[in-house]
């Protein structure tokens, strides 16, 4: 099949957690700030345990400035096409063009009934999907006169008036799999987005191909005006990745996964590396990465000067015991990160002026990561106290321990406390800066720099931190 020639795209897709629901706005601004281009949340309102969609999209757009965002996709059924239009058109605008309308025809029928929605035949639903995406169009389509007027088996309007446009042309994405859904993507979408789990292999992506492509020629169009999609249920290899680029023709990559070091590895290795084999394969230079655009800063240290831990025995298999001490590690970290989403929201609060800089001063005084005198330039020691709370108080051991274990690991640890200090002395120029703000309101350019510089300096830290910690952790414990 050939390589269809689109931008390469990479995406974080995130189960909407209604329990997590700071977790997944944080999220959702770390994969931005990580650099992937588009963001994504499941759909299934029928589901009380998850968050509404919509919802969360338009919370999620307010929050961020640079990501993409779709749904994942949306059941037609429950969602009105004259509705969703509107609803579609006035998120785009919002967002300053930055969603994308991703479509199904439905499947789990009996929630869906049982939410008041139709009960569809495979057949039934791949007409309704045909009716709404026309309906759908039509309303966006405000340079043609007159009502939209529709009188179809499944969904009627008479005299709808059109609008509002959309910022930009919201490309219609398909979730599809059987042939009749296939050939409705090749005459109607402008993307086609299935799950690698369910498409099964690479053969099944080529068929589908196949039929998405025959469709399109039919219908006038040209296969490539079908961009091809892929949720990932895991990290792929870079080749493995550049191989669907440039033999199937996908260009949109979307992990599935709620572990930010995945994200953050999916930006900053895998993207880079398969954006240069497919350029490569295509006889041109590398796409340029897509990062949100910062503002000058100080470089805090050379990441390329940092050691690395010993290389572990490579046979060996740790218990799920001894897993758990890495893995606790990573769940502080976790919160770590929770708590500086929150901080950069409240920095956008005070500029939004819902908030004033006294009060947000004293919001950040009283925040968890202040509370347990967790102080971002001494990290460690704020580690050790979690530990404390959960581990019997042998929190203090953790770094002589592994010294002592493993002295080969003596450059890692005095690279991480030189770390820990110099994001000590960051912490305190953020919260100089505040103090400063709070006197003269002129200076939120030098907070936001200031809060720029430790989301890039704290997240770098960390990933280095449990690439190189976890699993001597594992061996050794606390």
Request: proline fraction near 7%; hydrophobic fraction near 40%.
């Amino acid at each position: 099949m050939p390589d269809y020639g689109h931008d390469l795209m990479f995406s974080a897709n995130l189960v909407p957690a209604a329990g997590q629901a700071d977790e997944v706005v944080a999220l959702a601004q770390l994969a931005e700030r990580a650099g992937l281009d588009l963001v994504t949340f499941q759909d299934h309102p029928y589901q009380p345990a998850l968050l509404d969609t919509w919802t969360l999209l338009a919370f999620v757009a307010a929050r961020t400035e640079h990501i993409r965002l779709a749904g994942n996709v949306h059941p037609l059924p429950l969602r009105p096409p004259a509705v969703l239009a509107q609803a579609a058109a006035s998120l785009d605008l919002l967002s300053h063009g930055r969603f994308e309308l991703a479509l199904g025809a439905g499947g789990y029928w009996d929630a869906i009934e049982a939410m008041g929605g139709p009960r569809h035949t495979p057949a039934q639903a791949v007409d309704a999907l045909e009716e709404g995406i026309g309906i759908i169009r039509a309303s966006w389509d405000t340079g043609t006169r007159g009502g939209i007027h529709h009188r179809g088996e499944h969904y009627r309007v008479d005299g709808l008036k059109r609008g509002p446009r959309p910022a930009h042309d919201i490309g219609i994405w398909i979730g599809a799999y059987k042939p009749r859904m296939l050939r409705l993507t090749g005459r109607l979408a402008d993307g086609w987005l299935p799950s690698l789990p369910r498409l099964t292999d690479a053969a099944a992506l080529a068929e589908g191909n196949a039929v998405i492509d025959e469709a399109a020629t039919e219908a006038g169009r040209s296969p490539s005006d079908v961009r091809r999609l892929l949720n990932l249920a895991e990290p792929l290899p870079a080749e493995q990745l550049a191989e669907l680029a440039l033999v199937h023709g996908v260009s949109g990559f979307i992990l599935m996964s709620g572990d930010p070091r995945q994200f953050e590895r999916f930006a900053a290795e895998t993207a880079p590396a398969v954006r240069e084999l497919v350029a490569a394969g295509r006889g041109r230079s590398p796409e340029p990465e897509r990062r949100p655009e910062t503002r000058p800063e100080t470089r805090v240290w050379d990441e390329a000067t940092r050691p690395t831990a010993p290389d572990p025995d490579p046979g060996r298999r740790y218990t799920p015991q001894e897993q758990a001490a890495g893995q606790h590690l990573v769940d502080v970290h976790d919160h770590l990160r929770a708590e500086l989403a929150q901080l950069r929201d409240l920095v956008e609060q005070v500029a939004a002026g819902t908030i004033d800089a006294g009060a947000a001063r004293s919001h950040i005084a009283t925040m968890t990561m202040r509370q347990n005198n967790w102080t971002l330039g001494a990290y460690c020691e704020s580690y050790c106290r979690l530990v404390t709370m959960h581990h019997t108080g042998e929190d203090s051991m953790v770094f002589p321990k592994l010294r002592r274990a493993e002295p080969g690991l003596a450059p890692v640890l005095d690279r991480l406390q030189e770390e820990h200090e110099a994001i000590h002395k960051i912490i305190e120029r953020v919260d100089r800066t505040l103090v400063a703000f709070v006197g003269e309101p002129g200076g939120l350019d030098d907070l936001r720099t200031a809060v720029d510089l430790l989301s890039d300096a704290l997240l770098s830290h960390l990933s280095y931190e449990e690439r190189e910690l976890v699993a001597p952790l594992s061996r050794h414990g606390f």
